[in-house]
Nanobody, 122 residues
Framework: QVQLVESGGGLVQAGGSLRLSCTAS????????VGWFQQAPGEEREFAGA????????YYPDSAKGRFAIAIDNSKNTVYLQILSLRPEDTAVYYC???????????????WGQGTQVTVSS
């Protein structure tokens, strides 16, 4: 079993940046990829990007290119999501998830964290 814990969310002004962390524990050897998803109030969970556990396979949706950056530190079992030039519409709960392959689809991930709230004020 894999446990994921997100951290780093908070209240930030528009134009600022944040770095979210996702730390894995348990059977980390079973993780092949980690994805990030954002869910705004009343909205579906949206794909924000993913990375292979090996550090390759970076995959971003078009909406995230240029502002979202994912990195991994295998020594810490931690995946990071940096968001630049934050906008009020980035306000959401951000989740990380572990899966068997890089994918944009939530159903392809088997383990989820509890999420971290990001609120961007205008």
């Amino acid at each position: 079993q894999v446990q994921l814990v997100e951290s780093g969310g908070g209240l930030v002004q528009a134009g600022g940046s944040l770095r979210l962390s996702c730390t894995a524990s348990g059977r980390t050897s079973s993780i092949k990829a980690v994805g990030w998803f954002q869910q705004a109030p009343g909205e579906e969970r949206e794909f924000a990007g993913a990375i292979a556990w090996s550090g390759g396979g970076l995959y971003y949706p078009d909406s995230a290119k240029g502002r979202f950056a994912i990195a991994i530190d295998n020594s810490k079992n931690t995946v990071y999501l940096q968001i630049l030039s934050l906008r009020p519409e980035d306000t959401a709960v951000y989740y990380c998830a572990a899966g068997d392959a890089v994918s944009a689809y939530p159903d392809d991930y088997h383990s989820w964290g509890q999420g971290t709230q990001v609120t961007v004020s205008s």
